[in-house]
């Protein structure tokens, strides 16, 4: 019995680790992949947030080859890359990039400007008519990149 349990969890747990490239296409049970997934949502915000997301995602994945999306926690876009590099959500008056491990990254442009208080989190609230510094969040997202590889390594 105890066999059989660890067997489902082991399942459920590689299933879960599954990550979905930006070149993935969709599956034969008509699945969309995750890129997929993050276009239409692009599309349905269909104002400033959506055009806000898609300037982000660019930027994103300019920064490494090897960046992936994914479509977590029922409707959430994920960049990786050895790990989570940042999150993009979207709320009626900012777009919400939270980077996983912003807390240890270096942000000498000051673009966090949400959730400062925790330990390990930060984000940056990108409001109606906003623009963000290209060149600054590319920079975070490559710190954030080289943070998730030497985390790896060290385990």
């Given at each position: 019995?105890?066999?059989?349990?660890?067997?489902?969890?082991?399942?459920a747990?590689?299933?879960?680790?599954?990550?979905?490239?930006?070149?993935?296409?969709?599956?034969?049970?008509?699945?969309?992949?995750?890129?997929?997934?993050i276009?239409?949502?692009?599309?349905?915000?269909?104002?400033?947030?959506?055009?806000?997301?898609?300037?982000?995602?660019?930027?994103?994945?300019?920064?490494?080859?090897?960046?992936?999306?994914?479509?977590?926690?029922?409707?959430t876009?994920?960049w990786?890359?050895?790990?989570?590099?940042?999150?993009?959500?979207?709320?009626?008056?900012?777009?919400?990039?939270?980077f996983?491990?912003?807390?240890?990254?270096?942000?000498?442009?000051?673009?966090?400007?949400?959730?400062?208080?925790?330990?390990?989190?930060?984000?940056?609230?990108?409001?109606?008519?906003?623009?963000?510094?290209?060149?600054a969040?590319?920079?975070?997202?490559?710190?954030?990149v080289?943070?998730?590889?030497?985390?790896?390594?060290?385990?």
């Amino acid at each position: 019995m105890k066999t059989a349990k660890k067997t489902v969890k082991k399942a459920a747990k590689a299933k879960q680790s599954t990550k979905v490239s930006t070149q993935a296409k969709s599956s034969s049970a008509g699945e969309k992949s995750a890129s997929q997934l993050i276009d239409a949502r692009i599309r349905e915000l269909g104002d400033w947030r959506g055009e806000t997301l898609s300037r982000m995602r660019e930027l994103i994945l300019s920064v490494d080859p090897e960046m992936i999306e994914e479509w977590k926690w029922m409707g959430t876009p994920v960049w990786s890359c050895h790990g989570i590099v940042c999150t993009g959500e979207s709320y009626k008056k900012a777009v919400k990039l939270t980077f996983a491990h912003g807390a240890k990254l270096a942000d000498p442009k000051g673009l966090f400007n949400s959730s400062l208080e925790g330990n390990t989190r930060r984000a940056i609230d990108i409001h109606e008519g906003e623009e963000l510094d290209a060149s600054a969040f590319k920079a975070l997202v490559k710190a954030a990149v080289a943070h998730n590889a030497s985390s790896k390594k060290k385990r």
